[in-house]
Nanobody, 123 residues
Framework: QVQLVESGGGLVQAGGSLRLSCGVS?????????MGWFRQAPGKEREFVAA????????SYADSVKGRFVISRDNTKNTLFLQMNSLKPEDTAVYYC???????????????WGQGTQVTVSS
């Protein structure tokens, strides 16, 4: 049973930083596995934020966060991170981590999801 548990969300002022974590259990990673971060703001559809190919470490980002957010992972602890810098009010959303095969930015490729963690950026 694959389980993902996010943590690290909270309230921060615009321009501040937060680091999200996602612990993964029950998964044996293979070359085609990706982990990703997605977010959903109130009244909006869930959108891609960033992804990382677990074994190689190659990354991709949504244009809206490129240069501000950094996705990384600790293979030894099966933990995914999202370092969020220069936060803006429009980054306010529930952030979800997910794992799947051949995903990248493609949401439907992810078949296991965490419960989400709230990030609120005040202006």
């Amino acid at each position: 049973q694959v389980q993902l548990v996010e943590s690290g969300g909270g309230l921060v002022q615009a321009g501040g930083s937060l680091r999200l974590s996602c612990g993964v259990s029950g998964r044996t990673f293979v070359w085609s596995d990706f982990m990703g971060w997605f977010r959903q703001a109130p009244g909006k559809e869930r959108e891609f934020v960033a992804a990382i190919r677990w074994i190689s470490g190659s990354t991709s980002y949504a244009d809206s966060v490129k240069g501000r957010f950094v996705i990384s992972r600790d293979n030894t602890k099966n933990t995914l991170f999202l370092q969020m810098n220069s936060l803006k009010p429009e980054d306010t959303a529930v952030y979800y981590c997910a794992v799947g095969r051949g995903g990248g930015a493609l949401e439907r490729a992810y078949n296991y999801w965490g419960q989400g963690t709230q990030v609120t950026v005040s202006s």
